[in-house]
């Protein structure tokens, strides 16, 4: 195992440097005499970070276990946020929108004057969906629907919520953080040029914090600030899903706020976005390490 090409770039926009580096599997010929193993968790990193913090030194191990792995969270009922069992196939869904679960018929029925106009946009967008995917897909442009977005989130909900806490910077308290003001902006990469893209194709590139007064610019968003209202922010975290920085192919996700014991347990990470990014290797050779430390 060896570390080559080390990388550390700024990219316009973005706080943190961008650090690359190629990890090679096997030691590097003129390393290999010595004979004793080296522990794949115990690898350095040093990231010249700027923001103030100085350089910061991590260790493979620490990045394979910086964000640990969930099952995917089921959605909890709209209306009681009452979570369904994790093992079943969750709560059923609004018939019109096909996204929205209830526990109970009189959940969803006391949450239809709420509901009704998210809804209706749902019942809306999925219509133009279908004309925007055969529009993409004819001029050979990637597409990527709500629903496969929707999957990644509920497939990655770990990421999303360490990305959370993270971006709005949740760690610092109920009351010092950014979830009032702030949306997250959560961009993936992936898929293929004139394909569907499904979620399985998609994977974590950045994330950052946009001030709800500014994700309402036509060249951002276009989220209107009743939508937003409507989406529940003020009252709700909210998260909002775009692939390769098509800002046009959007999922708007709204978040219940922490419990107040979880508030307690939120820590600040530095390298957040790299350990994100290095995550699933990280935790490919970790364990790989210690499957070979066992035998
Ligand atoms: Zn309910
Ligand atoms: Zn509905």
């Not at 990890?23 to 010249?48: C, V, W």
């Not at 499904?198 to 974590?204: L, P, T, Y």
Request: charged share 25%.
């Amino acid at each position: 195992m060896h570390i080559t090409n080390v990388k550390s770039t700024y990219v316009p926009g973005f706080e943190n440097p961008y650090t690359s580096f190629t990890i090679s599997p096997e030691p590097a010929e003129d390393e290999s005499s010595g004979g004793s193993k080296r522990s794949f968790r115990g690898i350095q990193f040093l990231n010249t970070a700027g923001d103030g913090y100085g350089p910061h030194q991590t260790t493979l191990g620490d990045i394979a276990d910086k964000i640990p792995p969930k099952p995917s969270l089921k959605p909890s009922c709209e209306k009681c946020r009452k979570r369904p069992d994790q093992e079943g196939s969750g709560f059923p869904n609004c018939a019109s929108c096909k996204v929205s679960r209830y526990c109970s018929r009189e959940c969803q029925t006391s949450h239809w004057k709420e509901h009704k106009k998210l809804c209706q946009r749902r019942v809306k967008y999925a219509e133009l969906e279908r004309d925007i995917e055969a529009k993409a897909l004819s001029t050979n442009g990637p597409f990527v629907s709500q629903a496969a977005l929707r999957k990644w989130y509920y497939d990655n909900v770990d990421i999303v919520e360490y990305t959370i806490v993270q971006a709005l910077e949740l760690y610092k308290g109920p009351r010092h953080n950014l979830w009032r003001t702030h949306a997250v902006i959560i961009s993936l990469k992936g898929g293929k040029l004139g394909t569907s893209v499904a979620a399985s194709e998609m994977s974590f590139s950045d994330a950052e914090e946009g001030a709800f007064t500014t994700l309402a610019r036509p060249d951002r968003l276009s989220l209107t600030a009743v939508e937003l209202t409507a989406l529940g922010a003020g009252s709700r975290i909210i998260v909002i899903f775009v692939l390769n920085n098509e800002f046009d192919l959007k999922l708007v996700e709204s978040y219940d706020l922490p419990s107040d014991e979880e508030w307690a347990e939120f820590e600040k990470d530095d390298m957040w976005r790299m350990h994100i990014r290095m995550r699933k290797m990280a935790q490919m050779m970790a364990e790989k390490d210690s499957a070979e430390e066992s035998n």
